[in-house]
């Protein structure tokens, strides 16, 4: 995927209110940008970090940039706007780069299921059997050099756990898919430090059938690519 216009480079100065930051770009100017995460983002707003912009050409938006990379401790690179890993996931799926995932030949985005809820990727095979692929951004290396998901507490993300498991039961495929959006993650886990109730409907919903898979992102300031697939380690749940 390439970012349709050259991103700018700035410095970042604060986030808040969740969706509001405040970058400062190389001219001195600071300007006020929309962050599209509605995580923590853990480890990936460092003061004075690099940032990286796109701007919009709609004169109607109320906030004329975008957040989309940060460097992270001078060296790494990580996706910020999760509103790009869907898309790039079912770039990955349609070019046939997820080998476990090859043997389908229809793919549809946010279709209804659950309760109340939506897929990021149906995909149907020639003899209509279907599989359901939710995508999970992960952007938190913590320091024991190790990937995890989520970086905050996330209930919305433990009922797409069940729901999965639900489609399971019901006798279809259903897989958790780690779109890893962080050049210096090597390593999935789940965060049972920051959400124990997660980790253990994960190790749950998995014995129920569900399949787990964590692919890197390389990230440049040009284009994303999904490369190759990384191990999913199961954490330790706290007791």
């Known amino acids: 995927m390439d970012f349709p216009t050259p991103l700018i480079e700035g410095r970042l100065i604060k986030r808040y209110k969740r969706f509001l930051s405040d970058i400062q770009l190389p001219n001195g100017e600071i300007v006020v940008a929309h962050c599209p995460n509605t995580g923590s983002m853990k480890r990936c707003q460092q003061d004075g970090a690099r940032v990286w912009l796109s701007k919009s050409t709609n004169p109607k938006r109320k906030l004329g940039y975008t957040w ?89 993300g433990r009922k797409h756990l069940y729901e999965l498991a639900k489609m399971v039961e019901e006798g279809h495929r259903a897989v958790l898919f780690f779109c890893v959006s962080h050049t210096g993650i090597d390593s999935v886990s789940p965060a049972a430090h920051i959400d124990e109730k997660y980790a253990l409907a994960f190790e749950d919903v998995l014995s129920k059938g569900v399949e787990v898979l964590a692919y890197k992102v390389d990230i440049t300031t040009k284009k994303m690519i999904v490369s190759y697939s990384i191990p999913v380690i199961s954490s330790k749940v706290i007791s």
């Open 68 to 156: 989309e990379l940060v460097e992270i401790d001078n060296k790494h690179l990580a996706c910020i706007n999760t509103g790009l890993p869907n898309k790039l996931i079912g770039e990955a799926i349609e070019n046939d780069v997820v080998k476990e995932l090859l043997d389908y030949s229809g793919i549809k985005a946010e279709v209804k299921y659950g309760e109340n809820s939506r897929i990021d990727w149906l995909l149907t095979g020639n003899e209509g059997q279907k599989c359901y692929v939710e995508v999970k951004n992960v952007t938190l290396l913590e320091e024991d050099g190790n990937g995890y998901f989520p970086d905050a507490v996330t209930d919305r």
